[in-house]
């Protein structure tokens, strides 16, 4: 399996070639994929520099982190580990070098995928064999099925308004510019279609009650208020750190994106990486993404479409 992998990252999500420059930001349980990638990597004469993450990430090793790619061309992440609490006199400061390195190799072509771990499998209580079994039926798919499913999704949108409504949330929101279509270039698992959001524009309320891990933090719900596009209350089983969160940055109370999910391999599990691209789900995240935006925070918190009615310029859009 690692290896259908490593070839499929670097032939199909990166387009790899002997010019390229790459860097591989990697956590230790990733050693096998790693070991695979590097040798086809060699192989093919292209360049890789190695960044080891740990555990308790520490602003010293993210610096180094960010000058390794200062000269690259590629950048390709092999996450998915256990992800330790920092010092909280440098959290703010970590979580903010964390958004710089996120801008930084956007600028490259790049790839993230979140590799089974053990760590994983205990946080979301899934036997690491089922784990693995969602993770590369997720990873193997038909990436040009998936971009025509989600043509034909997008084609009853157009940037304007999009209203969603359910027993708990009432929220509306502007879309711009044309649609992203996911198909195992930047994400991997991969599998949805997404939109830039106006971000002073999300007016209203939402609830998301899928459980999720973002960082070290387990959310159970959260609950949002936004006004002139920002989050003006709020309201979680982890409220502390939502609101560290949200704190990030000047941008990080707004919304950045607006996508749905398309992978019918893919199963809710408490991971958004995986969750977002379910199909019968939508997600919006928190900051990144939006036009004019540049917020060190991209979180993405799904909904099920189940129960909701969504409108695009009033138009009902049908799933």
């Known amino acids: 399996m ?43 004469d292209i360049e890789i520099r190695e960044f080891a993450r740990p ?55 790049w790839t993230l995928t979140p590799y089974p771990s053990e760590y994983m499998s205990s946080l979301l ?3 690491m064999k089922n784990l693995r079994k969602i993770y590369f039926d997720c990873c193997f798919i038909n990436y040009t099925d998936q971009k025509r499913i989600q043509e034909t999704l997008a084609s009853q949108f157009e940037p304007g308004e999009i209203s969603i409504k359910s027993q708990d949330t009432n929220l509306k929101f502007n879309i711009v510019e044309n649609p992203h279509y996911c198909n195992g270039k930047i994400n991997v698992p991969d599998g949805e279609v997404f939109w830039e959001i106006n971000p002073y524009r999300t007016e209203g309320q939402i609830k998301f009650n899928i459980p999720f891990i973002y960082g070290s933090a387990r959310f159970k719900e959260m609950f949002f208020v936004f006004k002139d596009g920002k989050v003006i209350d709020y309201d979680s089983n982890q409220r502390d750190k939502l609101k560290e969160l949200l704190e990030t940055d000047y941008e990080a ?20 990486f995986i969750d977002e691209k379910v199909k019968g789900t939508f997600h919006l995240a928190l900051g990144a993404m939006s036009l004019g935006l540049e917020s060190r925070l991209h979180m993405d918190m799904v909904k099920s479409l189940k129960d909701c009615e969504i409108r695009n310029n009033g138009k009902k859009i049908l799933f």
């Open 125 to 127: 209580n899934i036997p």
């Open 253 to 272: 109370p707004y919304l950045g994106e607006f996508g749905i999910g398309t992978n019918s391999k893919a199963k809710l599990i408490g991971h958004s």
């Open 2 to 44: 690692e290896k259908k992998l490593a070839n499929m990252l670097i032939e199909n999500s990166l387009e790899l070639t002997s010019a390229d420059v790459l860097v591989i930001d990697y956590q230790n349980h990733t050693n096998k994929l790693f070991e695979t990638i590097k040798k086809i990597a060699h192989e093919r």
């Open 55 to 109: 555990s308790f990430p520490d602003l010293i090793s993210l610096q180094g982190l960010d000058k390794m790619i200062d000269g690259a061309t590629a950048y390709l992440k092999l996450g998915g580990g256990e992800y330790k609490n920092s010092l909280k006199s440098e959290a703010i400061a970590i979580q903010r070098k964390e958004g710089e390195i996120m801008n930084k190799r956007c600028e490259l072509k």
